[in-house]
């Protein structure tokens, strides 16, 4: 349910964006979401900022080897896109368990 609500805070924020821009306005917002669930795991956010052609923002998330990952990004007309991409923590990955390889195959 919370993701269908993002996404759709989400297109609101585009939808909006994008109808100013070709009105010839001065495109701005903004926009964050943090995302935090025991019971999945889930651990992420986003948040962006747009004034005129610069977009400044960054997303982190915790990746499934336990890692945490966050990108920090600006984009203009001048500069294209630019991200700079963090990793932090050991990844960590379980055991092996039987091969499969050799598992007989029943049919």
């Not at 269908?4 to 001065?26: P, R």
């Not at 651990?43 to 997303?59: I, M, P, S, T």
């Not at 915790?62 to 963090?86: C, L, M, W």
Request: hydrophobic residues 30%; proline residues 3%; positive net charge.
């Amino acid at each position: 349910m919370i993701k269908i609500v993002l996404t759709l805070l989400c297109l609101i924020v585009i939808v909006s964006a994008n109808k100013q821009y070709h009105q010839g306005g001065h495109p701005r917002y903004r926009f964050n979401y943090r995302v935090v669930s025991g019971k999945t795991g889930d651990n992420k956010g986003h948040w962006e900022h747009r004034n005129g052609d610069l977009v400044v923002g960054a997303y982190m998330l915790r990746e499934p080897d336990g890692t945490h990952r966050e990108v920090k990004y600006r984009s203009s007309r001048g500069i294209g896109f630019q991200a700079q991409v963090n990793r932090k923590g050991i990844a960590k990955h379980p055991a092996h368990g039987k091969s499969y390889a050799n598992i007989r195959q029943k049919y």
